[in-house]
């Protein structure tokens, strides 16, 4: 059954009331640069550092790689609303109240 962390310290969990729905990354469109218009790769490394998605470094505004040769444009950075803040739980760890919010994302142990 799915279940959730409800606190930050990653402690408190509890199984989720409601159907989980399965993210999904939005693919991030670019303008200017290099790219033509083209996806945001959604990990690229430039001068020896590994970047995930968009990133300011060394620019005002965001950009990102739009292919492993070098082609790059600033990101269209609009994303979908986040769904997983009307999840909550029911049952779970001793110290959870049924109906707290679940956390996302968090990292299991």
Same mark, same amino acid.
């Given at each position: 059954?799915?279940?959730?962390?409800?606190?930050?310290?990653?402690?408190?969990?509890?199984?989720?009331?409601?159907?989980?729905?399965?993210?999904?990354?939005? *693919?991030?469109?670019?303008?200017? +640069?290099? =790219?033509?218009?083209?996806?945001? %790769?959604?990990?690229? *490394?430039?001068?020896?550092?590994? &970047?995930? +998605?968009?990133?300011? *470094?060394? *620019?005002?505004?965001?950009?990102?790689?739009?292919?492993? %040769? +070098? =082609?790059? +444009? &600033?990101?269209?950075?609009?994303?979908?609303a986040d769904d997983t803040a009307q999840i909550r739980t029911h049952g779970g760890s001793w110290d959870n109240k049924d109906g707290e919010t679940c956390k996302f994302p968090f990292t299991?142990?």
């Amino acid at each position: 059954q799915p279940w959730c962390f409800t606190d930050a310290s990653a402690t408190k969990w509890g199984y989720c009331a409601s159907k989980v729905p399965i993210p999904v990354k939005p *693919e991030v469109k670019t303008h200017a +640069g290099t =790219a033509s218009g083209a996806t945001c %790769l959604p990990d690229w *490394e430039f001068k020896g550092k590994e &970047y995930k +998605g968009c990133t300011t *470094e060394g *620019e005002g505004s965001p950009w990102c790689m739009t292919n492993r %040769l +070098g =082609a790059w +444009g &600033y990101c269209n950075c609009q994303v979908a609303a986040d769904d997983t803040a009307q999840i909550r739980t029911h049952g779970g760890s001793w110290d959870n109240k049924d109906g707290e919010t679940c956390k996302f994302p968090f990292t299991f142990r």
